[in-house]
């Protein structure tokens, strides 16, 4: 697992301003069946920034799969026409209160914000792009099978007892189980 974690260099280039270092576990919480309203929120909120800019809005990661334990932090896909035309939607993002942290453009053009009020990861990619679809695919299928979705949470709490420098390495160390999850999952 630990040869897929992101070095310095790579998290260094991706972050927007100063890389925030971890140096400590992950706390995960028991699923909270007020997320879903957080999310709607959210949604709303995206919504209104960027009218019809916003072509898709989702609720992914553990936080949109009913009984999984979580990062209390709702992460949210959002599909834009052009991911890459950070002009069409980073000021109205911004301004609805959204920080730019992630500027991947070796990564499907990946961009991502954080928000405070609650806790939010927004993922930003091109409407289409075939990492929108697989989100949303091991999303439901997690939501379906209960059998991968206790083994990803049993993955998930045994990673993050670990210590990790970046988040980062603690999403990047659950690869190999969300690929073969998703593998099982076509």
């Not at 500027?103 to 289409?128: A, K």
């Not at 949303?136 to 991968?148: G, I, K, N, S, T």
């Not at 670990?162 to 999952?185: C, F, M, N, P, S």
Request: glycine content about 6%; overall charge negative.
């Amino acid at each position: 697992m630990e040869k897929s974690l992101r070095s310095d260099e790579e998290i260094a280039r991706a972050i927007v301003g100063p890389a925030e270092l971890l140096d400590s576990s992950i706390a995960l919480t028991e699923y909270d069946p007020v997320w879903p309203r957080l999310f709607e929120r959210e949604a709303t909120r995206v919504h209104a920034a960027l009218g019809a800019r916003a072509l898709l809005v989702e609720h992914v990661g553990s936080t949109a799969v009913p009984g999984l334990a979580a990062k209390p932090r709702i992460d949210i896909v959002l599909g834009v026409f052009d991911s890459s035309d950070e002009g069409s939607y980073v000021g109205r993002l911004e301004a609805a209160g959204y920080a730019l942290r992630i500027r991947e453009p070796d990564r499907n053009e990946h961009r991502m914000f954080t928000g405070s009020d609650p806790e939010v990861n927004l993922h930003v990619f091109s409407n289409g792009c075939p990492e929108i679809e697989r989100m949303l695919r091991f999303r439901d299928h997690l939501r379906v099978d209960e059998d991968d979705r206790r083994l990803y949470e049993q993955t998930k709490r045994s990673l993050a007892e670990r210590t990790w420098r970046y988040t980062q390495h603690y999403a990047d160390a659950k690869t190999a189980v969300v690929e073969e999850i998703l593998a099982r999952g076509r």
